[in-house]
């Protein structure tokens, strides 16, 4: 089916376009749009913005597939990102893994059987200072305890 940003984001598209000095330079944060509506950036969505930005497809896949940010497949209701980078290894990012892993059934890169939870692990989210850490969706819980994850995946869960 094809794609389209609903009225209201295309008119937040509009805006972004006109503080970028090319389309080119917009294409970030309208694939960020796409994905905030559709869940995952599919062919269609592709050729949605590169019709939009008046660029190549081959481009906007480019960018697709440079940044793990963007869902290449389709993910859970929500995504769980675990920091494993040193200072998050450090102070038990191993075991908050593990742990997730063992709640959910699922390793890194997987969905729960309900589609409500994609479980990935990152690289430095820039709250080292506050490890262990992961980031839900768009907010991040610190300092964790394997108690504190338990009680997240339980919200996740209901
Ligand atoms: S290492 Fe985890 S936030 Fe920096």
Redesign the pocket.
Known sequence: MPFALSPERDRELDEILKRYPTKMAACIPALHLCQDQNGWISEEVIAWVSNRLDLPPAHVKGVVTFYTLFNQHPVGKHQLWV?R????ALRG?GEVLEHCEKRLGIKPGETTADGKITLRTAE?????GT?P?IQVDKEYYENLTLEQVDRILDKLQS
Do not use: I
């Open positions: 920091c980078t040193l200072p998050c990012a430095c989210l820039a709250s080292c490890a850490m």
